[in-house]
């Protein structure tokens, strides 16, 4: 019998080792999974590589994340959001390095990283600090800069509702980096709202399949 659910969200985030590369889903507030973030504040992982969209809108989650010290590189949109400071604390203090990228070319190294493509040319960021030492071709008149892959040892998402098997549905902008991350990591670990029985999810709904996932924890739960 297949059954993803943990029921301790400590033990769920227990494959979280030092120096990996950690995939965390959200926009802004929206999606961010929390409860699992706060758990690997408890456990302090070190030297970790952090791949988000961005360092953390609030002084919890993320921000906390970055506030103990848990984290060497963070790869990311936007690293300086409103109500958040751990990462400028850090980052004025030699702290933490950082890998900008473009939200849009974020989202599609990781979407190369799941399906296995071995990188891609976009336009996106040619003459800009951003293209420096990276390859550049021109198609149809046009400069494109090759963008690489990112793959991840573990990722954390939050989406509404699961079932054992670990098919995830999200509500709303809860998706949003979650379906190419869940694909571009190792390990996921998904925190959701709810858990309902098998078949009480419409094969047609599901937004992420369970194949990509392969802890489920309950947010009223652990």
């Not at 921000?63 to 963070?74: E, N, S, T």
């Not at 379906?179 to 990591?185: F, K, Q, S, W």
Request: glycine letters at 12%.
């Amino acid at each position: 019998m297949i059954d993803k659910v943990f029921a301790d969200i400590a033990d769920a985030v227990s494959c979280v080792g030092d120096g990996q590369t950690l995939l965390v889903g959200g926009f802004g507030e929206s999606g961010v999974p929390n409860r699992l973030i706060e758990a690997l504040v408890d456990r302090r992982p070190r030297e970790l590589v952090l791949v988000s969209n961005n360092a953390g809108s609030t002084t919890a989650g993320l921000g906390a994340l970055l506030a103990v010290g848990c984290v060497r590189r963070i790869v990311c949109s936007y690293p300086r959001s409103r109500g958040s400071v751990a990462f400028e604390e850090l980052y004025r203090a030699g702290r933490i390095e950082l890998e900008l990228v473009p939200q849009g070319t974020l989202v599609e190294r990781l979407r190369a990283g799941g399906a296995g493509i071995g990188g891609f040319y976009t336009p996106t960021s040619v003459g800009t600090l951003l293209a420096e030492n990276k390859e550049t071709r021109e198609f149809d008149g046009r400069l494109h800069v090759l963008e690489l892959p990112i793959r991840g040892d573990v990722a954390l998402v939050r989406a509404h509702k699961a079932d054992r098997w670990g098919n995830l549905v999200y509500r709303r902008a809860m998706r949003n980096f979650a379906t190419v991350m869940v694909a571009a990591a190792g390990t996921t670990i998904a925190e959701v709202d709810e858990i309902v029985p098998l078949g009480a999810i419409d094969a047609d709904a599901v937004h992420t399949p369970g194949v990509f996932v392969d802890r489920v924890v309950c947010q009223d739960r652990g």
